[in-house]
């Protein structure tokens, strides 16, 4: 999301609400307010317990199913704490930040684990597409971010595309024991691609950690479940239809797992609508294969990312891709008259043509 900056706020573009939770167990009972915690009484000895709150310029929300709504607020609270230290690391919109130290000096030492992390991660997916996920597309994002919505890219706007595209180079990040540097000039990176994801898992982690079994974690276009024993307790989630955000086009059911949605409208930075916040490494451009991509994988950091990179890939290959990774998928053709998915991506309501 490219709004107002925020300071100490880890920005991302704003996919909209792609993803919609829409329900988890049969409902009972009433909503009443707790220690600002949402409760609604789903059984005799069950509860769900939710909060929301603004994060990454998002609305955030966890809801947990307990027997015990003190333990479940007190768990969602700390879950929220340690999800904010990691937007305090990764955000490129602080000046103070460690990603924005790296962006400034071309370098940086004694990594904080979070960081070093992600940063490690996002060199191996960018590795496993062979670079249809790249960090370092940051250069020609701030020219469109730049740009006062023109008609269409002039001469003078593809040269500056050209002049910025070819400091695109993951292979030009090293990462070791030192830390962190960028061995081409003018490079610098933004973790927006993945960066909710991960702190996503960070909210899963600190859930877990105390003792929660069945929770959700749902920041815009992209969400996590998890799931304990009981396999009656599925999570529901609504895929937005990119054609009218106001209607689900889909409904998927998930068990300890993830799901990352990226959408190609709202944010344009040319009329004509070409240009928007995903960006092809191999191009400079944004691709303009779908309306929205939707990637299931084990973890969000995972899901976010590879939502990211299969925007630039054709079907043929985002299918080969995400079978090597064992991920599944659901992507909507640009002009929204197709619909395509994988075989095993968990679908239960919706139409998508099995490839």
């Not at 919609?20 to 000895?45: C, E, P």
């Amino acid at each position: 999301m490219y709004g107002p900056k925020i300071t100490g706020e880890l920005q991302s573009p704003d996919r909209r609400k792609l993803l919609k939770v829409v329900t988890s167990v049969a409902a009972a009972g009433g909503l009443i307010g707790a220690s600002g915690w949402f409760v609604l009484q789903r059984q005799r000895n069950l509860f769900e317990v939710r909060r929301e709150q603004t994060l990454m310029q998002t609305s955030v929300a966890i809801t947990c199913l307990a027997d015990e709504v003190d333990k479940a607020g007190i768990a969602i609270d700390a879950a929220f704490a340690r999800m904010a230290e990691a937007v305090a690391i990764l955000t490129r919109f602080d000046s103070a930040s460690p990603v924005a130290r790296l962006n400034r000096d071309g370098h940086l030492e004694n990594l904080p684990p979070a960081l070093k992390e992600v940063l490690n991660r996002s060199l191996l997916i960018s590795s496993v597409t062979d670079g249809d996920f790249d960090i370092s597309v940051l250069p020609v994002l701030t020219y469109f971010e730049s740009m006062r919505q023109p008609d269409m890219l002039d001469a003078s706007g593809r040269a500056q595309i050209a002049e910025r595209d070819h400091l695109i180079n993951y292979r030009h990040i090293t990462l070791d024991a030192r830390g962190v540097r960028f061995t081409h000039p003018g490079m610098s990176v933004t973790l927006d691609g993945l960066a909710k994801g991960y702190v996503i898992d960070q909210g899963i982690a600190s859930l877990k950690a105390s003792g929660i079994e069945d929770a959700l974690v749902d920041a815009g276009g992209d969400l996590r479940a998890i799931s304990g024993n009981n396999i009656n307790r599925q999570w529901h989630v609504g895929i937005v239809d990119p054609a009218n955000i106001n209607k689900i086009a889909a409904i998927a059911t998930i068990r300890n797992t993830a799901l990352g949605t990226s959408g190609n409208y709202r944010i344009f930075y040319s009329s004509d609508k070409s240009l928007f916040h995903v960006i092809n490494p191999h191009t400079g451009y944004s691709p303009l294969n779908y309306s929205s991509v939707t990637v299931m994988a084990p973890t969000s950091v995972d899901a976010d990312a590879m939502s990211v990179a299969a925007a630039s890939m054709p079907v043929p290959r985002l299918k080969e891709v995400m079978a090597r990774q064992n991920n599944q998928w659901l992507v909507f053709s640009r002009d929204y008259r197709r619909r395509w998915r994988s075989r095993d991506f968990p679908l239960i309501s919706g139409i998508a043509e099995v490839v």
